[in-house]
């Protein structure tokens, strides 16, 4: 499989190995082919798991980017209700008091954290305030929210540092994304100048028409045109406790297979995507899967891949799966 993406360079440093096998059987014993920066084999075979490796912590990093995001969220909005509600509160029994002037706006759901947090914080000193004065007519004090004296300042405090503790989370999840993706480009750039210096090194070292040169594996795709794409159809399947997928069929007189891919959360990035399922040409149009959807509300967002035989491919519509 050429370089076409994230997810090829595993497979294509996989068949480059395989034939590095070959090419060292043909060089003959004490006469392996080493490459100018030293790596042989068995540092190619490496340099596989190595790649492999940082493949799946960028991937499991932006799921953990993906989840961190979702709590920030739900925790964010749920404290944005009870803000709403004490701010109601407020200007409903303390409207005549100086006090009234101190409810401020509500922030906007996709504010920032600190300019979200702040309002809240505001809320949180203007509470202790009013607890501590004479209540109007008709006002609760202490202050609940729900009846049967639930939700009150201290369930208030410990809202906004759970948000604090969320918005945080989300931060850290954001950079160790950038991070495991910092690692996994390098890893990969490394992975194509190798098996650049490999064509060349296997090409000085056979001679011309070697059987070997003629099944050197492509490093990049053949020439050809690139193929119309297939519609995807997704839907959470519960008596499967997975995602189950169809899809029309292509038409192309090159196709070779399908390949279904998948990027944690709802917006489809191909440098995220990584490999779900490889289905013959041939075989029944139809995948299940569960791949980053084993927790509830977890959401996933999938693309079918058209790949011809000169390995040029075209990715689907996206299908966005949301778990129960």
Known sequence: MPLLGPTSYPQTLESFLGHWEEVNKRLGVGHPLVLPD???????????????????????????????????????????????????????YWHSTPWAQLVGHLPQAQASAEKFLQPCREAQRLWTLLEAETPPPGAPNPIFLDPGGQYGLADFTAHIAKATADALALEAAIWNRSVALARRNAIMNKVKTELMAYNRAVTGRLPPGDALLSIMPALWPAPGHTPEPVELTGAWDSAANAARFTWSASEDKLLSHYELRVCAGADYNTDDERSVKRIAKDAPREAVTNLLLTQPAATACFRLYVVLETANEKGSNTSVIQRP
């Open 38 to 92: 030293g790596l042989d084999l068995a540092g190619g075979q490496a340099l596989l798991a190595e790649v492999e490796a940082l493949s799946f912590a960028a991937a499991d990093a932006l799921q953990d980017q993906v989840i961190a995001r979702t709590g920030w969220q739900l925790t964010r909005n749920a404290l944005r209700a009870r803000l709403a509600q004490f701010s109601d509160l407020v200007r409903a």
